[in-house]
């Protein structure tokens, strides 16, 4: 098994790890830019430069395979196509050999008292947890620090893990403005037709004040 990346935009992978046995493969990266293709680091809403490796901004990819546009929609072509760079609207970082690390996306991140919170660093601690069946983290608005992290979870069947344990688990594991500072139990996550999540349905939920 081989991690990738890719999106509809792009039409094909973007990076890989090598398939070769004698390729280096790193656990957690999709690997380097295929043939003919590059990557980059890009600030969040600062420019068109880049970031040094470690650094993490958006991810963005140039290439024979990038899209010229959307279909008749110029203003969402100019916002994602700049200067010959498909902006993904991921966020990612590139270690020093090149590989590519996906972190979140730019629209998921958390605001919280001027420190960036990736909600997938809590999810995947989360769904560490052998409770836990699913997990989804948002972002709630708070007065004083702008946004809190959240979580909505799903336990598994006859788990009695209480709010507290759990809270405990992923918040021994994170920097203290990374902690979660909420956790709902529900039935189920709002999910589109293909399975994923619907954040947005939460983030919505928790601009009006309430629970899905």
Request: charged share 25%; aromatic share 6%.
């Amino acid at each position: 098994m081989v991690e990738g990346y890719g999106m509809t935009e792009v039409t094909m992978g973007a990076t890989s790890n090598p398939s070769g046995r004698s390729g280096l493969r790193k656990p957690g990266s999709v690997g380097i830019p295929v043939f003919d293709t590059d990557c980059k680091i890009a600030p969040v809403g600062r420019g068109e430069g880049s970031l040094p490796a470690g650094e993490i901004g958006e991810v963005c990819i140039r290439g024979p395979q990038v899209m010229k546009g959307y279909y008749r929609k110029p203003e969402e072509t100019a916002e994602v196509l700049r200067n010959g760079w498909m902006h993904t609207g991921d966020l990612g970082r590139l270690d020093e050999d090149g590989y590519l690390y996906i972190v979140d996306r730019i629209k998921d991140m958390i605001l919280y008292k001027g420190y960036n919170v990736y909600p997938r660093e809590l999810e995947e601690l989360l769904h560490s947890h052998p409770a836990v069946a699913q997990a989804a983290v948002v972002g709630k608005p708070d007065r004083e620090a702008g946004e809190i992290p959240k979580a909505y979870v799903v336990r598994r069947p006859n788990s009695g893990v209480s709010l507290e344990e759990l809270m405990g688990f992923v918040n021994a594991a994170v920097a203290p403005y990374k902690r979660l500072r909420e956790i709902v139990f529900v039935g189920q996550l709002p999910v589109s037709g293909a399975g994923k999540v619907l954040k947005r349905v939460l983030r919505e939920q928790e601009e009006q004040g309430g629970h899905i």
